[in-house]
């Protein structure tokens, strides 16, 4: 069975840094998803994500799209497909209230990964380090769905593996092993 590893947490956690390594280590492709949001330094369009107008946003056909901190984000069914024509196994990287769509439109062939930090105070330091606008930031944590994000919904308990992103050689022993699992069941 084809499975998509649907990565979500909190801003700074480690999402990206996640998608990123299991493309390059175990060539997972990732599943580009759209966004209104401004373009930081060193992202590209297509790359990071498909960046949008508002205009632009509306005319696309999502199977799923939501308001994060003031931009929007969605994520579409042709994308998918894509990706899956490529692997079997492939990841995107959500808020929570996708993952949840994903759960209920997808059933088990989302496999949810809860990114958490032991405290909440590094991730402002994180989105420092990773050269996020001051002013960003402040609305970012300011945003219900920075707060929302904190802590594994109820919904999801019980459905996401929750992997504290800390320390991140234990970080890449956990991916071994739930990669292993996965491309075991995708056969
Ligand atoms: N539901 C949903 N969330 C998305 C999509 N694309 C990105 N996100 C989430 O939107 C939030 C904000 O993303 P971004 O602006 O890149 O900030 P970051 O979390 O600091 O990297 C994150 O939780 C992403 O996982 C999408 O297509 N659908
Ligand atoms: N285990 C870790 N330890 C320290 N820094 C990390 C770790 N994982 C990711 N980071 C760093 O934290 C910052 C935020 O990570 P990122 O993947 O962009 O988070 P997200 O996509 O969840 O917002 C980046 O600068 C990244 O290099």
């Known amino acids: 069975m084809k499975h998509v590893i649907v990565i979500t947490g909190a801003t700074?956690?480690?999402?990206?840094?996640?998608?990123?390594?299991?493309?390059?280590?175990?060539?997972?492709?990732r599943i580009i998803t759209h966004t209104t949001r401004p373009m930081r330094p060193g992202e590209k369009d297509g790359v990071d994500y498909y960046f949008e107008t508002d205009a632009s946003f509306a005319k696309n056909h999502y199977l799923e799209s939501v308001t994060y901190a003031g931009y929007q984000y969605g994520s579409s069914y042709e994308g998918l497909q894509r990706a899956f024509e490529k692997s079997d196994l492939v990841s995107i990287v959500l808020d929570t209230k996708g993952a949840e769509t994903y759960v209920r439109d997808l059933k088990e062939q989302a496999f949810i990964l809860f990114l958490t930090v032991g405290k909440s105070v590094v991730l402002h330091e994180r989105l420092k380090d990773r050269g996020d606008q001051l002013e960003m930031i402040q609305s970012r944590i300011k945003s219900k769905e920075y707060s929302r994000d904190l802590t594994l919904p109820e919904d999801l308990k019980g459905i996401a593996t929750v992997l504290q992103n800390d320390d991140w050689t234990k970080t890449q022993e956990r991916l071994?092993?739930?990669v292993a699992k996965l491309k075991t069941s995708s056969l």
Do not use: C, D
């Open 176 to 178: 071994a092993t739930i």
């Open 12 to 29: 700074g956690t480690g999402k990206t840094t996640v998608s990123t390594y299991l493309k390059t280590k175990y060539q997972i492709p």
